[in-house]
């Protein structure tokens, strides 16, 4: 099951706030501090998984709303295609990750998240 540390999710709060823009879709997980999600979670409290946008939000405009309203999280292989779109070479993030032992820590994800943040 997939878990998030409060870390990473503080920085996908930042990642937010800088501008990182993100449309919803099936697999992506969400934050919901507001409790805009109505549907039980089994996942961690406030972390939500969109199985299918419809049902996640029938009408455009509560899609649109939705996206204001959370937080994207971006998964290990988000992170990493939004690095390649942002031109972040493979050398650069395996230096990253090798310099701050991020897989020793198990903080290969809050890394990634922390390489965005500075290319935005």
Known sequence: MMRFTDEEIRYAIE???KGLNWEPRPGHYVW??????EAPTP???KVHLIHDLEQFARRPERVS???ASLVWLPTWHDARALLDQM???NETIVH????EKAI???KELLTLYKLINEHL
């Open 104 to 106: 020793e820590h198990g």
């Open 87 to 89: 031109g972040i070479s």
């Open 43 to 45: 996942f961690q409290e």
């Open 65 to 67: 709303l939705l996206q």
């Open 15 to 17: 990642l937010k706030r």
């Open 96 to 99: 990253r990750l090798r310099a």
């Open 32 to 37: 919901d501090e507001a409790g805009m999600i």
